[in-house]
Each structure stands twice: as C-alpha cells, then as structure tokens.
C-alpha cells in the first residue's frame, strides 16, 4: 500500500486524507499545531465557541458539503447589503432578489448578475480537475455565453458597467480593483453561518477521515521534506523521519518552500496582507438600527459604509454556549450604526495578519495562502507549470495557495489528491 503524508490538517489536508485513504492508501496527516481546522476554526473564548478566522462558509461546491455532510444553516436572505442607508437582501430566489436592486435604484444588477451566474456555470466545468486550466481555456468556454469580459475586464471597470462605485467592495475585496473580474464570480455565493462555527467544517470532515482509517498527529511540525535525485523520500518532524512514497503538503507555498533545502524552483510571496477580524463575545445584542432589523441572522454587509461586514451567529446557533458578533473590518465605525455597541461587549478577540502567521503557522498571515489576483489565478497558482503536481516526484501541494484558490472550499485538497491517485493509476509514483 502506498504511503502518503499530508502536511497540515486544515480543511484542505482533511479532505485529500480522507479522498486518498478511500482510494486505498495509508494517510499520516501531519499537523503542527495543537489542533484540526487550520483557518476553519472553532475555538472556545471566554467560555464562548467563535469561529476565529473564517466565519461563513459559501464557495463549498454543494457535492463536498453533501458528501462531508457539513451543518450548514441555510438564512434567507442569506445576506444584506447596507446600501444609502437601505438593505438589499440577497434572497435565494433570484427574481426576488433582482427586485431588490430594482427598488434600490439599481437597474443594471439583472443583467449584471445574469452574465455572472452564466460564467459560473462555465467555471463549474472547470472545479474538479486535476491540472488546473489555463486563462484561455476558461476564456474560450466563457466566450461561448458572452461572459467573456469575467475574464477580459478588471473588477473595477466591469462592476463600473453595472453598479454604483459605494457597492464596488460587496462583490470584490480592496486591492482586487485592477485584477480580472473572474475574482468577482469567485467570491460571489450564498454565504452561510455552520452550526458549531466554521471549525465544524474540519470536524465533519475529520470523523470521516478517521472512521475509514486516517492517521491524524497533532503537535507535529515538519521541518524538513525528505528529498533524493528529484524523489520525495518523506518528511521530517520532531527529530523523527516519516518515510513516504507521497508527500501532499496543504501548509501554504511559502511555508512548503521553507521546508525543502534546495529547490531552486520553489519561491513564493504571500504578498501583503493588512486585515482585521474582531470575534465579540457579547453580554447582550446591542439595539439594530432600523435598516437591519428583520435580517439580524444574515451576513451583514457594511461596506459601502466602510465597516465590513459582520454577522452574529449565536442568532441561528445556540451550540456556541454565548452570544457571539464576528467582524471582519474595524470596529470603530459599528459604534456609530450600534449606539449602545460598547455597554453590550463583553470581550474582543481581535485576529491579525501577525497573530495568524503565529497560529495557523501562515508566513505573511495570507487568508488565501497566495494573493487571489494575478499571476496566481488558473494554472499560475501557485506557479506556472506547476498546479498541483511540482517538479519533484512524489510532492504536490493542495492548500489554499493552490487553484481554485483560498477560502473554505476543500477543491484544491479534494483536486491535489485526485491527481496522486491519476498519477499512481498511470503507474508515474
Ligand atoms: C480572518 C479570516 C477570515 C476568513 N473568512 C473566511 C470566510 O468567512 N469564508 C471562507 O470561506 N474563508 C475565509 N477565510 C479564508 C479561509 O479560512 C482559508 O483560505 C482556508 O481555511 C484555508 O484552508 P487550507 O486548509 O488550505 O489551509 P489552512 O487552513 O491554512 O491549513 C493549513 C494547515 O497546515 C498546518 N501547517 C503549516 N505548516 C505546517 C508544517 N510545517 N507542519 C505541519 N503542519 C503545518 C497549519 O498549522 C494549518 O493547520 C478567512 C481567513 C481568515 C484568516
């Protein structure tokens, strides 16, 4: 039986440990810290379960959220945009949610979100593939439903086409304005609290992994990836040698480089990164302002009024033992939307780059491993030539700086380890 090693027991490596062991290897997840999830993670504060960096899941392929049976808590509208002092609510059926921008003033949204929804169907096709497609692929099928301007157009001058300026940043994230409008159909989904936070994700798909014969070690940093004449031989971790005909790495490209001692090839730049992400443990819900009441148990969406977004998932959970209010962007501005906001905080544990380069062992404190922009789209993530498969037999890498890319998806876990059992079955490992 062929032996695999997972580096990193988030999401990702979770999902191509229990995808290789079904398939008939012997899987060893490696993990450094004390615990599953990485960035999909649930920890107690105060007493309080939050889910600590990631808090909605929503780019999931619904196949995997079947096949990990993840509890996810299906809000409608599942979200609102705060809007010239107005909500939008994001309704799961289309026309009503149409409509929405409609009585907002905004007449151009149908046809906007028509094209968008007809691309992603496109970029369906191109979701479980085990070498990731190039720009042109995807250009060539999107041309077929006039939606090529996702690829041929920046965010920002695409969304200029169709929406007012103040909503640019409900459908991209800043520093995204001059990159190809394929991130905008990325990040476009149906974003859903999961009862127990976003480390039940993990968990899910854990009890999985171990009913069918995972080995998963927590405590375990590698140090080094064991490599002979190009060939992966295992890994290192706590003085002691884990011999692998498979390597899988889901830690992040820059910390996978760091591991391997001379491969020239192997050079990333997380790129920089300047988020805050504010978990508030609250006594009591502060008063809503008239514009959200009615939608408290959606994702709240504050950009247009520069304070992120929030969501309050204590609301639609009541396993988190607390009341709970994630932010995602600053907190100051929400005193002004919440008056009584300050007397309701209990305690705020705030996430920073810094702090998840230390937990989460991420160089940089990247949310996406890489940045979501160019040249790490399509088969440039997270090198051209490389997808999944690197230059050194035996070694592949599957976490969130690989294509499609970052948030909670487990496609590029569920991807890296279809091409290993590719690769074994044409007899190349
Ligand atoms: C503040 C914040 C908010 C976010 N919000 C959302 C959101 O709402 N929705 C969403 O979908 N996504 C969100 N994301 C992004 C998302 O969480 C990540 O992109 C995703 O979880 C990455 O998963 P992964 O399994 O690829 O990698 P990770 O979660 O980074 O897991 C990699 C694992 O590898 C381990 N590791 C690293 N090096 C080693 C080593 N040498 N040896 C052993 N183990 C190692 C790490 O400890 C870690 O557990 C957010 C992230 C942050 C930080």
Redesign the pocket.
């Known amino acids: 039986m062929r032996k695999v090693v997972v580096?990193?027991?988030?999401?990702?490596?979770?999902?191509a440990a229990y995808n290789l062991r079904r398939r008939g290897f012997c899987v060893s997840v490696?993990?450094?810290?004390n615990?599953?999830?990485?960035?999909?993670?649930t920890s107690e504060i105060f007493g309080v379960k939050v889910?600590?960096?990631?808090?909605?899941?929503?780019?999931?392929p619904k196949p995997l959220v079947e096949l990990f049976e993840i509890p996810v808590i299906e809000q409608d509208p599942y979200e609102v945009i705060v809007y010239e002092g107005k909500p939008i609510a994001l309704w799961k059926e289309k026309q009503r949610r149409r409509k929405e921008f409609e009585k907002a003033g905004i007449e151009r949204y149908s046809e906007f979100e028509q094209t968008l929804l007809n691309f992603k169907e496109v970029l369906k096709k191109f979701t479980f593939v085990t070498k990731p497609p190039s720009r042109e692929e995807v250009l060539e099928e999107a041309k077929k439903v006039g939606a090529e301007d996702f690829l041929l157009k920046s965010c920002e001058a695409l969304l200029s086409r169709y929406l007012p300026k103040e909503l640019h940043y409900s459908f991209y994230y800043p520093g995204m304005n001059n990159s190809s409008a394929y991130l905008v159909a990325y990040f476009f989904a149906e974003?859903q609290v999961v009862k127990g936070g976003?480390g039940a994700v993990?968990q899910s798909v854990f009890k999985k992994a171990l009913e069918i014969g995972v080995e998963v070690r927590l405590n375990?940093?590698?140090?080094r990836i064991l490599i002979s004449k190009d060939r992966v031989l295992g890994?290192e971790?706590d003085g002691k040698k884990f011999e692998a005909d498979i390597v899988l790495?889901?830690?992040?490209p820059v910390?996978?480089a760091?591991?391997l001692c001379h491969a020239p090839n192997f050079r990333f730049e997380a790129g920089k990164s300047n988020?805050?992400?504010h978990n508030v443990i609250l006594k009591s819900y502060p008063k809503p302002p008239d514009v959200i009441k009615g939608y408290l148990n959606s994702l709240i969406d504050l950009e247009s009024m520069g304070a992120g977004e929030i969501v309050f998932p204590s609301l639609c959970d009541d396993t988190l033992g607390g009341k709970v209010l994630?932010v995602?962007g600053e907190l100051e501005p929400l005193f002004e939307l919440f008056p009584d906001l300050k007397d309701c905080i209990k305690v705020v544990d705030t996430?920073t780059?810094k702090l998840?380069e230390k937990?989460?062992?991420?160089p940089g404190?990247n949310?996406?491993?890489l940045p979501m922009k160019e040249p790490y789209l399509f088969d440039e993530r997270p090198k051209k030539g490389m997808g999944y498969r690197t230059p050194i037999k035996g070694l592949y890498m599957?976490?969130?700086?690989?294509y499609p890319?970052?948030?909670?998806?487990?496609v590029?876990?569920y991807n890296a380890s279809n091409a290993v059992i590719e690769d074994f079955e044409q007899g190349e490992l």
Do not use: C, F
Not at 7 to 15: C, D, E, F, K, S
Not at 220 to 223: D, F, G, L, M, R
């Open positions: 580096i990193g027991a988030g999401h990702n490596g979770l999902v490696l993990e450094a810290s615990k599953i999830g990485g960035m999909a993670d889910s600590r960096a990631s808090y909605v899941l929503g780019v999931m974003w976003m993990a375990t940093k590698v140090e890994v971790a790495s889901t830690a992040s910390a996978t760091s591991l988020w805050r992400k994630n995602m996430l780059p998840a937990l989460y062992n991420l404190g949310v996406n491993h599957g976490g969130a700086g690989t890319g970052g948030q909670v998806s487990g590029p876990g």
